[in-house]
Structure formats: C-alpha cells, structure tokens
C-alpha cells in the first residue's frame, strides 16, 4: 500500500517563469531533456500529499524573460514528510545531469531488479504449459496440479 505523506514542495524558481516539480516513475533514456521523466506533476510552493520513497523533481526559472536561468534540484521523499535533497543541476543540460542519479535512485526504490515488473493481466494470455515452462526455466520446481 502506498503511504502518502505531506511535504512542502519548494520553488526553485522565480513565480512570473515557469515552475513545475513531478514524481518521477521512470526515465526514458532515449531522450536528454525534461521530457525524458515520466510521471506525474505536482504544484510548487505549497503542501503536497506524495508517495514515501518518492523521487522528485522540482524545476524553476529565474531572471528576465528573454534569457531564464534554468535551475532543477533532484529529492527524494522521505516517510516523516521531508525531503532529502540528491542532486541539482542548472543551465540548458539539466535534465541529462540529473538523468544518470534518477535512474538510480529509482533502480535503488524498488526490490525489482531494473526492467522487471509485477505481472499483469496479460499473463492471462498465456496457457498453463507455457507459464509453467516459464517457471522451470527460471529454476522454479513446479509441477502442473
């Protein structure tokens, strides 16, 4: 079950720029901007209810209109409502220096090695033959019942 707990999420940024912060659940290695952490956003400046263990992203931009100052600080969200901060990154390649850390933090997050999921309604597709070979093949001794 997921614990939500209320942490203030900070704003690193100047509030007439753009400012954002997202609970991260994935990278897409494939690309090097912002773009590239998949999850969900949430407000800045204020108390908000996020998942313990967490990671977190908060962006802000400060100074004129015409030439913003990029900042991004990298957290992790801890179960007495603070955050831990992992990292932090300015200027136009932000999102690439932080990207190797969330990768990380999120590998570190979870009992699953990278790339491995729980099951899901697909396996339902697949005969008991097929699932049981399956099991045999990861060194599971089952047998068909």
Same mark, same amino acid.
């Given at each position: +079950?997921? /614990?939500? /707990?209320? /942490? ?7 509030? !007439?720029?753009?400012?954002?912060? #997202? ?7 494939? #690309? ?5 952490? &998949? ?8 108390? $908000? ?6 990671? +977190?992203?908060?962006?802000? &931009? ?6 913003? %100052?990029?900042?991004? $600080? ?10 831990? *901060? %992992?990292?932090?990154? #300015?200027? !136009?390649?932000?999102? !690439?220096?932080? !990207?190797? @850390? ?11 090695? *990278?790339? $491995? %999921? ?14 049981? $070979? &399956?099991? @045999? ?9």
């Amino acid at each position: +079950m997921e /614990v939500l /707990v209320p /942490v203030h999420v900070p704003m690193v940024g100047d509030e !007439r720029h753009k400012n954002w912060a #997202k609970i991260i659940h994935s990278v897409d290695t494939s #690309k090097d901007s912002g773009w590239a952490f &998949e999850g969900d956003f949430i407000a800045v400046g204020g108390i $908000q209810d996020v998942p313990a263990g967490s990671v +977190m992203i908060v962006y802000g &931009e400060k100074g004129s209109r015409t030439n913003p %100052q990029i900042a991004a $600080q990298l957290f992790v969200v801890n179960a007495d409502a603070t955050l831990t *901060p %992992q990292a932090a990154a #300015k200027g !136009r390649a932000w999102a !690439r220096t932080l !990207r190797d @850390r969330v990768i990380e933090l999120l590998a570190k997050g979870s009992d699953e090695p *990278p790339g $491995q %999921q729980d099951w899901g309604p697909e396996l339902g597709l697949f005969n008991d033959l097929a699932l049981l $070979q &399956e099991l @045999r093949r990861r060194g599971h001794n089952v047998e068909l019942g």
